[in-house]
């Protein structure tokens, strides 16, 4: 079975400064990965998805991806935070269509933002 | 175009209790799932409703079943809860079946068992 790991359970940086969360999956071809934003109250929100093609992917909110093959990884950036950013955020993946599981979620990386 | 809704948002019942929980998808979406968040076991599929049948299931108990009716609107229901049955659960729309469309969730439900 497919899973995904979010090594980082807590991270805190300052507004302005860059941010990346980790992301890695598991599983022998290449699944469709995407990260969701949830913030306190709400359910979640898809930021951006890869499924083939260019590997970096843009998102909404300013936040882009990579995906990198050789690593299994499909970590989140951003440039500069914003104090709006708090979240926690959720990299999940789904191995084909009609999947036995619509998607499988990482535990998840909860964000402070610091003035 | 109106979000993907849930009813009741919060929700407390008593062990050995049933619960059903609404979920109305966007309009035009066919497909509804739904999620069990917990702060232990994080998000954990439930079940896929598809043109009124379940499609996937999770690896729950049968105390968790759910339908969906013509108009894509779901429910899902709990039976004989118990304490670790306390979480949020969100319910998630899509056109098809597809992995590739994109799941808009709703605010989920806040369920809570004493």
């Known amino acids: 079975a497919q899973s995904v790991t979010q090594p980082d359970i807590h991270i805190t940086v300052s507004e302005g400064a860059s941010l990346e969360l980790r992301c890695n999956y598991s599983y022998g071809a290449t699944p469709y990965l995407f990260w969701y934003v949830q913030s306190p109250g709400q359910g979640l929100q898809l930021l951006l998805k890869?499924?083939?093609?260019?590997?970096l992917v843009q998102g909404i909110k300013g936040f882009e991806a990579e995906f990198k093959r050789s690593q299994s990884s499909f970590n989140l950036r951003k440039p500069s935070v914003h104090w709006s950013d708090a979240a926690e955020y959720f990299c999940a993946v789904s191995i084909s269509n009609f999947g036995n599981e619509k998607l499988t979620f990482g535990t998840g990386t909860r964000l402070t933002i610091i003035p | 175009k109106a979000g993907v809704t849930q009813t009741p948002r919060y929700l407390i019942k008593t062990r050995g209790q049933q619960v059903t929980l609404s979920c109305s998808p966007i309009s035009g979406h066919r497909s509804v799932s739904w999620y069990q968040q917990t702060p232990g076991q994080g998000l954990q599929f439930l079940f896929e409703?598809?043109?009124?049948?379940?499609?996937n299931k999770g690896n729950f108990p049968g105390r968790f079943s759910g339908r969906q009716f013509s108009n894509s609107r779901s429910e899902m229901n709990v039976s004989t809860l118990e304490l670790g049955d306390s979480a949020l659960y969100l319910c998630?729309?899509?056109?098809?079946?597809?992995?590739?469309?994109?799941?808009?969730f709703g605010p989920g439900t806040r369920l809570t068992v004493t």
């Open positions: 998630a729309s899509s056109l098809s079946r597809t992995s590739s469309d994109e799941q808009y």
């Open positions: 890869y499924f083939s093609g260019d590997t």
């Open positions: 409703y598809f043109s009124e049948t379940q499609r």
